[in-house]
């Protein structure tokens, strides 16, 4: 597997589900995560994969993400505060959620809202691919029984006499190609609506752009 191709090329590179070790910077690394963690090792179907920012100062983000004009709309740069109630984070907070999966938290999921034609190009490790499509009311592949099945097989909710119980519903992780980008923002808006607590979703704004 090309690893390269699941990092977000600005800051750093994201944990995959396994055991987590926390280095302390290395002197040899010239670009740290943070001045207290240089590099980050995690298991990831039975290999160590060491995690890192990109050594070279010259570097810049790839193709598929520097695009930074798209029409709009569809394309329009999303507010901070997507809604009231969700929680908007930066690379730190992601990696944190990282390392929750990565620890066996099972109430707490990482969602890529991208279609499947992005998701290739690269995505988070860990991350499970929720496309908008499949729950957005508007869109041509939607069907009631696959948002039934997402919500209760893999979010946690459960639905009796056609009523929604989200109160044991998994924590959600939600990002996409970037600020300008719509699909995490719409699987948001979607499940609010739906009566998916605010406060149980967290989106990471800045995405695989950032």
């Not at 099945?149 to 519903?169: H, Q």
Request: charged share 20%; net charge positive; glycine share 6%.
């Amino acid at each position: 597997m090309n690893y390269q191709k699941l990092l977000p090329i600005c800051i750093i590179a994201f944990m995959v589900s396994g055991t987590v070790i926390v280095k302390a910077a290395e002197p040899k690394l010239k670009v740290n995560i943070t001045k207290d963690i240089g590099s980050i090792a995690v298991k990831h179907k039975g290999k160590t994969v060491t995690i890192q920012r990109n050594q070279n100062t010259q570097n810049k983000i790839v193709d598929d993400y520097a695009l930074t004009s798209r029409v709009c709309p569809p394309f329009c740069v999303q507010p901070i505060q997507l809604l009231p109630g969700v929680n908007t984070i930066g690379e730190m907070e992601m990696l944190g959620f990282l390392k929750r999966v990565a620890e066996g938290d099972k109430n707490l999921l990482i969602i890529d809202s991208r279609t499947p034609d992005w998701v290739a190009k690269g995505t988070i490790p860990s991350a499970t691919n929720i496309p908008w499509t499949q729950l957005y009311r508007e869109a041509s592949t939607y069907e009631p029984i696959v948002v039934e099945s997402i919500l209760i097989d893999r979010f946690g909710a459960t639905l009796e006499d056609n009523i929604w119980d989200f109160s044991k519903a998994k924590e959600l992780v939600m990002f996409c190609n970037g600020a300008w980008c719509g699909q995490s923002p719409t699987n948001i808006k979607t499940l609010v609506s739906m009566g998916y607590p605010a406060h149980k979703i967290h989106w990471y704004r800045g995405g695989m752009q950032a």
